[in-house]
C-alpha cells in the first residue's frame, strides 16, 4: 500500500496488483501497471456524534480536575480534518491504522493532534475499506437501546433493540476516528508510530514519537494495545519473578501511559525523523537443521537533524 496527501490535505493511496484481480487481468497488457488507480481514502463524515459515546468518553477518558480536557476522544466527521502532511501507516492485530495530523484551523477535531483510523484490505477489490462497528440497530447508538425498549410483566422485552453491525434499514455502522488528545502542539507531520510486542503474551504497547512545536522537543508517548485493537489507558499489575528466589512473585504495575522527552544534547529537529521495528535473527541448530531464527525484537530511531 502507497499513501500521499495532496496540498490539501486530502489522502490518497494505491495497492500493488498480484495479476488476479479483475481489474489487472480486464486493462491491456500495454496499460498494466502493477498498481491500483489512486482512490481517495475515506474518513467518517457522520451527520450527528454518538452522544452515548460521548457520555462515556467524558466519564472516563477526561482529566480529574477538567472534564472538558481529553485524553482521547471519538471523532465522527474527519474526512476534512487531515493537515496537508505526511501521515503513517501502521499494519498489526489485523488491520491497517492510518495516522494523520489533524490542521491547524481544525472545526471537528482538535488542531494540531494525531488522529487514527482502522481499515482492512479487501483482497477482491484491493480497496482500504473502514473498519465496521457494532451499535445498537435501531437507536444507532453503540452504549444505549433505544428508548421505547422496555420490561414486560413477565420479564421479557418489548420493542427489542439489539446490537448489530447495520442499523434497522441495513446501511453499515463504520468505526469513528479516534483523537489522541493527549498528543499536542503536532507540526509538519513530525510524527512516528511503532506498534511494538511486550513481555506479556499477546500484548503490545504503542510508541508514538511527536515533535512539540512549542517545546521544540521530541517526545515519546507509549500507550498498551488494547484487545480491541486501541488503546488501553488503564494501570494494571503483574506478577514477576525475583531474580535471586525464583519461586518467589513480586507485583510490578504498568502505567497504561508512559510520557518521556527525548534530550538529544546540541541539536535541532530539522527535517522529521522515523522510528521502525525490526527483528534480529540469528542461525541456531533445529530438529530440520540450521536455520534463522528471531531472536529479539529492537526499535530504531533516526532524527534528522542539525547542529546547534
Not at 521544540?216 to 486501541?230: H, P, R, V
Request: with cysteine; proline share 4%; glycine share 4%.
Amino acid at each position: 500500500v502507497v499513501i500521499a496527501t495532496d496540498t490539501n490535505g486530502k489522502i490518497f493511496y494505491t495497492i500493488k496488483q498480484d495479476g488476479f484481480e479483475d481489474s489487472y487481468l480486464n486493462t491491456p497488457e500495454y496499460q498494466r501497471t502493477g498498481w491500483e488507480d489512486w482512490q481517495e481514502l475515506v474518513f467518517p463524515d457522520e451527520a450527528e456524534d454518538d452522544q452515548s459515546v460521548i457520555e462515556k468518553e467524558t466519564a472516563e477518558l477526561t482529566h480529574q480536575d477538567d472534564p472538558n480536557k481529553f485524553i482521547l476522544r471519538s471523532r465522527y466527521r474527519t474526512q476534512n480534518e487531515s493537515a496537508a502532511a505526511p501521515v503513517q501507516l501502521v499494519s498489526g492485530m489485523e488491520h491497517i491504522y492510518v495516522f494523520r495530523q489533524s490542521k491547524a484551523n481544525a472545526t471537528e477535531t482538535t488542531p494540531n493532534t494525531l488522529l487514527v483510523d482502522r481499515f482492512v484490505l479487501d483482497g477482491m477489490t484491493n480497496q482500504l475499506v473502514r473498519k465496521l462497528d457494532v451499535r445498537f440497530k435501531r437507536s444507532r447508538k453503540k452504549y444505549q437501546p433505544i428508548e421505547s425498549m422496555r420490561k414486560k410483566a413477565n420479564g421479557g422485552l418489548a420493542n427489542i433493540d439489539s446490537l448489530d453491525f447495520r442499523d434497522a434499514d441495513g446501511e453499515p455502522f463504520y468505526e469513528p476516528t479516534t483523537e489522541l488528545s493527549l498528543i499536542t502542539n503536532l507540526d509538519k507531520g513530525w510524527f512516528s508510530v511503532v506498534l511494538l510486542p511486550t513481555n506479556e503474551h499477546e500484548k503490545y504497547r504503542w510508541h508514538i514519537f511527536a515533535y512539540n512545536s512549542q517545546t521544540q522537543k521530541i517526545e515519546l508517548t507509549t500507550i498498551g494495545a488494547s484487545e480491541e485493537g486501541l488503546f488501553d489507558l488503564k494501570d494494571y499489575t503483574i506478577l514477576e519473578q525475583k531474580r535471586e528466589a525464583k519461586n518467589a512473585l513480586v507485583p510490578r504495575s504498568i502505567p497504561g501511559i508512559i510520557h518521556r522527552t527525548l534530550d538529544i544534547n546540541n541539536v535541532e529537529v530539522a527535517d522529521g525523523f522515523s522510528a521502525s521495528k525490526y527483528d534480529i535473527q540469528r542461525e541456531q541448530q533445529t530438529r530440520e537443521g540450521m536455520q534463522l531464527l528471531k531472536n529479539v525484537n529492537q526499535l530504531k530511531f533516526w532524527p534528522h537533524i542539525c547542529w546547534s
